[in-house]
């Protein structure tokens, strides 16, 4: 499979825990996303990155959440002391940031999501 | 700031039905237009994309055409099928050289779809 992969699908924790979640982008694409889902709502957009640099964060994200690229490859969102609003679906989404193409179905600068993983707070 | 207002759902439909599910926006400059479908335990998958005014974006049978004058973007199928049954959604994005820019799409609340035999 050569899709977006996110880890765990599910995750389930006490309010105060910490919580990691991870991302492993396609592998040629240098551009990786999160969004955050909640029930009944589209995604939000968190932040992303250009290979290592974080080059832009939401105002949704509060200084509990961070995320990480070290390697320019895999990422991870980390939530620090949870809150039960920070109950939702987390995802993932990688592009190539290649030239842009009309061509549905071509890669071009077309965003490929993951499956998620679903944060449930208690 | 910008805005993507979905028709709400659930919508139900018998197979062979016509589809039409509303999509309403609001941005400043010229946004490119999409709508992403989500099948049950898959992530979100683009469906068709319109980039400027009155383009009209199509993929397996579906089309949306850019209205900049109704501001709108609404998806229509002439015949649904039961692999149709989804959650659709409309989602634009406001880079003026999105080429370059991050895509920081702004989506609607979602439409889910069912389509029965």
């Known amino acids: 499979d050569t899709g977006v992969s996110q880890d765990p699908r599910h995750k389930i924790t006490k309010r105060g825990q910490n919580v990691t979640f991870r991302c492993d982008p396609i592998?040629?694409?240098?551009?990786l996303y999160w969004y955050r889902q909640t029930l009944g709502q589209g995604p939000e957009f968190l932040t992303y990155?250009?290979?290592?640099?974080?080059?832009?964060k939401s105002r949704l994200l509060s200084d509990r959440f961070s995320a990480e690229r070290p390697k320019g490859s895999f990422s991870t969102l980390e939530i620090q002391r949870t809150e039960q609003g920070d109950s939702a679906m987390y995802l993932c989404?990688?592009?190539?940031?290649?030239?842009?193409?009309?061509?549905?179905?071509?890669?071009?600068?077309?965003?490929?999501f993951g499956s998620g993983t679903q944060l449930s707070v208690l | 700031g910008n805005s993507v207002t979905q028709m709400e759902g659930p919508v139900t439909l018998s197979e062979e039905a016509f589809l039409t599910i509303n999509c309403t926006y609001t941005?400043?400059?010229?946004?490119?237009l999409f709508w992403y479908v989500q099948y049950p335990g898959e992530g979100l998958q683009l469906l068709l994309k319109?980039?400027?005014?009155?383009d009209k974006g199509s993929n397996k049978g579906f089309e949306a055409t850019y209205r900049k004058e109704t501001t709108s973007f609404h998806l229509e199928k002439g015949s649904v099928q039961v692999s149709d049954s989804a959650v659709y959604f409309c989602?634009?994005?406001?880079?003026?050289?999105?080429?370059?820019?991050?895509?920081?799409?702004?989506f609607g609340q979602g439409t889910r779809l069912t389509i029965n035999p």
């Open positions: 990155f250009q290979n290592e640099a974080q080059l832009e």
């Open positions: 319109a980039t400027k005014a009155d």
């Open positions: 592998s040629e694409h240098n551009r």
């Open positions: 989602a634009l994005t406001a880079e003026v050289r999105w080429i370059q820019g991050a895509q920081k799409l702004v």
């Open positions: 989404a990688s592009s190539s940031g290649e030239l842009y193409s009309i061509e549905v179905g071509t890669h071009g600068n077309k965003l490929f």
């Open positions: 941005a400043t400059g010229y946004p490119s």
